[in-house]
């Protein structure tokens, strides 16, 4: 059967191939008593979930050994095989079946409660923090014992094709899935800003997020027609339809092929005004992209990513190691590294903590700050590599200057136990804040003489502004970059920053819309750090650019209090 669904396009592009579904994330585990006649009919069913796990570990591994896994995927597959067979979770729980006549959810349920409350009691943490592993395997089981298809790669038989739908993913979730290369993202839940949509730009593939059915209204190997442009998903299209997205398919990449030619192409408006057009990345792997897209710099390296998916931190030596590679490859132009921006919906994996407002909690530089090891590790490794390139630290999420005056003095610090030990680094290496909190853009004059440059979150600073949590599905029709108030705060820190002659860009998404390329030339914006994908586009606006035919119209814009007008006049200042 044929259907449509709606949701919100985050990554642009058409995508045609098969459906990929992963499990939910949230198991809910009832209770019921199974006739004494039945119990070992129920111990079979458990041994059945035993077994079908065990397959797809099996699968799992044949794909590490293939190569399309990542490799410490082995490692992590040998622990969780090894909780699978041990007696304590599987003789045990077959065990509480056979005693309290109970349901295998349920008995493997008490049975982890059990084991993780010794996990608990034990003194050594590396063996102590294995306890989420036995939890994912727990996890793994009972999918498995509730009849939900568990993590398989995808079938071979649409190799090549595959799109992953998804209840929800996390960023991290979306690196991981990576390698597996699928063509497009769907998921149920999810907003335009999210880290995940963010990273699904990054990738450069068609995604949709806040379908909130498709998980359970798409099948495993369905044929879909993904339109990240209008957010629409076509489940099971006929011939005419397929037809018809394949020319739009077509036609799309003929224009992408044309903006091709603009690569090498300088970023100056028609009067002569020279912009800077940054990319922006997660991982010195997306090097490659950022290459094609012409960037001249990078304007923001979300330093976090690293720190992702892994069960340690990347010691000074890796963390260096990627900085370095990222200057180098970058020949010269400037290569700013935000600090990590850990916590809200970035989280290390076996991080513990679970605010109940993470967004508003220890996140970026105040979790750097709680945590003064680990964010001198990472100053070291910016300072190192600092010799090697035009290298400026980015600090996120500032709300007051007292953060300031304590990074300034880590990065002193850091900079003191160099020197001690004779390794030489960029003294006068750059440092800038990003301004994502209005308290920040608010208090701007005394930000500016502390820092080098601005970078201005517009994610954050909408998400902060308006109250808007930028992750939650629900309220992500409230989250709107045309607000008077958003247009309004930040022509007042471009304008205070151009006053001030200290640099300002724009990192966050707005900078890559193209509808806000003019009103942001026309304030005054010549900086720009954008997803690699979208920097051609961009420029092929403002190459079509007049400044001075643009600035009374931008600077109506910013005294317009009504929504509707902003809408009208934008649209005048586009056409
Ligand atoms: C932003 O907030 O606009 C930004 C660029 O940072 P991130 O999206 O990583 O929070
Ligand atoms: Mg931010």
Redesign the pocket.
Do not use: V
């Given at each position: 059967m044929s259907f449509i669904l709606h949701g919100i396009g985050v990554s642009s592009g058409i995508a045609i191939g098969h459906a990929h579904l992963t499990a939910p994330a949230a198991l809910e585990v009832v209770h019921y008593l199974i006739p004494k006649n039945q119990v070992s009919k129920e111990i079979k069913r458990l041994n059945q979930a035993f077994e079908t796990v065990q397959k797809e570990f099996e699968a799992l591994h044949a794909s590490t050994k293939s190569g399309i896994a990542l490799p410490e995927f082995s490692a992590f597959l040998e622990l969780h095989h090894m909780i699978l067979n041990d007696p304590t979770l599987t003789d045990a729980t077959r065990d509480i079946i056979a005693q309290n006549h109970c349901n295998a959810e349920w008995a493997l349920a008490q049975q982890k409660n059990a084991l993780l409350t010794q996990f608990e009691a034990i003194d050594d943490t590396y063996l102590r923090e294995r306890k989420t592993d036995v939890e994912q395997v727990v996890e793994r089981i009972l999918k498995a014992l509730l009849g939900h298809p568990g993590y398989r790669p995808p079938s071979a038989k649409h190799l090549g094709d595959h799109i992953l739908v998804a209840h929800d993913l996390s960023p991290a979730d979306i690196m991981q899935y990576k390698p597996h290369q699928f063509i497009a993202f769907l998921t149920d839940i999810g907003s335009l800003?999210s880290?995940t949509a963010?990273v699904a730009r990054s990738l450069n593939i068609p995604s949709v997020v806040a379908l909130h059915y498709a998980h359970q209204l798409i099948l495993e190997g369905d044929t879909l027609i993904v339109d990240g442009n209008q957010g629409v998903i076509i489940v099971n299209p006929d011939k005419y339809v397929l037809d018809e997205y394949r020319l739009r398919q077509s036609q799309l990449e003929l224009e992408k092929q044309k903006l091709q030619r603009l690569k090498s192409v300088k970023a100056v408006t028609l009067d002569g005004t020279k912009i800077d057009l940054h990319a922006?990345i997660e991982l010195p792997s997306d090097l490659e992209q950022v290459k094609e897209s012409g960037a001249t710099g990078i304007g923001?390296f979300?330093s976090e990513f690293l720190f992702l998916n892994r069960d340690n931190l990347p010691d000074e030596e890796e963390q260096f190691e990627a900085y370095r590679t990222v200057v180098t490859q970058m020949n010269g132009m400037p290569v700013t590294i935000?600090t990590f921006?850990l916590g809200?919906d970035k989280n290390l994996k076996h991080s513990s903590q679970i605010a109940a407002n993470p967004a508003l909690g220890l996140r970026a530089i105040r979790l750097s700050l709680s945590e003064p090891q680990m964010f001198h590790t990472q100053l070291r490794a910016i300072l190192r590599a600092s010799k090697y390139g035009q290298i400026k630290i980015l600090i996120?999420?500032l709300s007051n200057v007292a953060e300031i005056n304590q990074t300034m003095h880590l990065i002193e610090h850091a900079k003191h136990t160099l020197r001690d030990e004779n390794i030489d680094y960029d003294e006068h290496i750059q440092i800038g804040g990003?301004i994502?909190i209005p308290a920040a853009a608010l208090s701007l004059e005394i930000f500016l003489q502390k820092l080098d440059f601005l970078?201005?979150?517009?994610?954050?600073?909408i998400?902060y502004t308006l109250a808007i949590d930028r992750v939650d599905d629900n309220v992500a029709h409230l989250y709107d970059p045309f607000h008077p108030a958003i247009i309004w705060l930040i022509s007042r820190i471009i304008q205070t920053a151009n006053r001030a002659k200290k640099p300002v860009s724009i990192?966050?998404?707005?900078a890559g819309d193209t509808q806000f390329t003019r009103l942001l030339l026309g304030i005054g914006l010549t900086q720009f750090s954008m997803y690699p994908a979208q920097l051609l586009n961009i420029k092929n606006h403002i190459l079509q650019s007049n400044l001075p035919d643009i600035w009374p119209l931008a600077h109506k814009i910013i005294r317009t209090s009504s929504p509707e007008k902003i809408h009208t006049l934008l649209t005048k200042l586009n056409s």
């Open positions: 800003t880290h963010i922006n923001l979300r935000r921006d809200a996120p999420m990003m994502e970078s201005i979150g517009t994610n954050d600073l998400q990192c966050g998404e707005m």
